[in-house]
């Protein structure tokens, strides 16, 4: 199979598996309402793969659509400094909802700056990977039918030939949907 028609193509993957709540247990409505009302710095909490900047972005463009000022501060193994992440902020954050995902990849000191820059924002979203000191907006718990749940929809009529690997592939990688999807990529390659 060519790369480019593969169903498991990272660009494709990004088009299909767009955040769903109610795969979750949860609905738009009921996230976007904690969303408005809520205040302070709250978590969502997922193990690697769950979904937990997936959910982030859907949420900021949800939220930004019903006029709320939304900011995004992404951190990763590379993505490590903090004045680059924070250089677009406003100085009043009062009525903002920031979107913080990755922060724990700062080292201490830039976490503490950054908690305080942000501490004037009506609402702070930020992604751990267990649970912490922050109250929970929500756990994502991914499992094996998540993870059938997500191939049945991205393969299609290729589901049956990876299905009987998907367990073992799970249990492999953690828990981690993300490494799944990729081996499935690398199955059909």
Known sequence: MRP???PFAMA?????LAFRPEWHGQSWDGLLARAETGRGKLAVVGRHGAGKTTLLDAMASRL???????????FNDT???LEPAIADLPRDLRDAIILVDGDTHLPL????RLTRR???ARLVLCTRHRRCLLPVFIRLRPDAA???RCVREVAGSIYPRLAPQLDAWFVLE????????????????
């Open 4 to 6: 480019q028609d593969n």
């Open 12 to 16: 494709r993957l990004e088009q299909v």
């Open 64 to 74: 930004a659509a019903r006029g709320h000022p939304m900011h995004s501060v992404f």
């Open 79 to 81: 993505h490590r400094s």
């Open 109 to 112: 000191i830039g976490r503490a």
């Open 118 to 120: 942000l501490a004037a």
């Open 146 to 148: 998540l993870l059938h």
């Open 174 to 189: 953690s828990g981690n949907i993300r490494h799944v999807l990729r081996r499935c990529y690398d199955a059909l390659g």
